[in-house]
């Protein structure tokens, strides 16, 4: 057995045994062989590591016995052969088909923040935009089985592309995670036809407050006093934007409240179960969302069938095939995309950024919902939308208060820096000056 001379030379480390073979031939290395970069290694291991390899037919059973251990590999090549090597296993992130690792950091957060304020603004107006349709106020729960089908296409056809059609998450946990989704999703687009939609916004930015309220009565958990100041601060924006919301607008419906509360609620556990899932059983986002979705289609299906509402939706949008089926379409792309730029945001540049960025998204939406639609405005709207923005910083800032205190003195540190450096260009500049005098 021989290697290549030129190729990097490796040797197995196990907790019994080092041995590696030189390009003269088949040696055993000692610990001097190995120079700055050898590790204390006893002559009794290395000979039985010697034997074990020198014996092809392993016809002394102890030795095997004895080496089997976990292995590690120790690479002693150059410095440029294992630049080369991370270089080749980094890690190729793909988004809408474009290769966002190719590109620098910059251009990374410009195209992943571009896409999530794009596609997620097109899905707000598109959302609104379809229930502006008269008439189409009470199909709410077929506009979600219109956008589960559609995920389904989505997931079927990256699942083929990319992964095996092996599932890891048993069934019954999908069937939990789907019922979730379905309230989730199904309750939020239903509650557009009896709220205005920059409240609907207002109180999905708001899910801070059922997860403490859940915490506190089932896992009786405590929480700091940012939290506390988060939650009150959401919780009074929040009143005053329905009593504004109640007292302006034609569109608002107590049943409204009723549904978004709700979702809100099933959205504070999904996430939970979800990460719990996934990291169980190690599934990935694809077949989460192939599975959520297609039970949840069946869930939906079924209710309609039962309630007798899906014949009369079906033969509504029948007449609008493009203010329904056209615009519900368009509608489920732009959300599948949008949650892809919003993963791959959390990828590349962690969560805090990409709840700032989602943050600063809503915001824009409820501005242009009030521009693009015609609706009652005051400006209890405004204090109020602030109070949960604030509410929603101090929940960032609770979960991320090292990461920020560390941001924010590198910054106070650079920034001094700067000052210190042109006072010194100035004190050099005067001295200079004086001197030429």
Known sequence: ????????????????????????GTRPLTSKSFGSRGTNIDSNKLKLAADYLMDPEHKEPNLESKLKTQ?????????????????????????????????????????????????????????????????????????????????????????????????????????????????TMGLSNSAVGYLNYPTQVIFKCCKLIPVMIGGVIIQNKRFNIIDVIAAMCMSVGLIFFILADSTVSPNFDQRGIIMISLALCADAVIGNVQEKAMKSHHASNTEVVLYSYGIGFIYIFIGLLLHGSLLSAFRFCYQYPLETYGYAVIFSITGYLGIMFVLSLIRLFGALLAVTVTTCRKAVTIILSFLFFTKPFTQQYIWSGILVLLGIFFNVYSKNQRKIDDMIANKIRQIIILIQQRGHRMQRHDSRQMFDV
């Open 1 to 24: 057995m021989f290697f290549h001379p030129k190729r990097p030379l490796k040797m197995a480390v196990t907790n019994t045994a080092i041995y590696a073979f030189s390009h003269h």
């Open 71 to 183: 292995q590690h590999v120790v690479d002693i090549s150059s410095s440029d052969e294992k630049q080369a090597k991370s270089e080749a296993t980094v890690d190729k992130l793909y988004v809408v088909g474009l290769p966002v690792y190719k590109w620098t950091k910059p251009v990374q957060f410009v195209v992943c923040v571009g896409g999530v304020f794009f596609f997620y603004l097109i899905y707000g107006y598109m959302q609104e935009l379809i229930f502006r349709l008269e008439g189409f106020k009470p199909f709410g729960w077929y506009l979600t089985l219109i956008q589960f089908a559609s995920y389904i296409v989505f997931g079927v056809t990256e699942k083929k592309l990319k992964e095996p059609a092996e599932r890891r998450i048993p069934l019954k946990t999908y069937a939990i995670l789907a019922f979730l989704t379905v309230a």
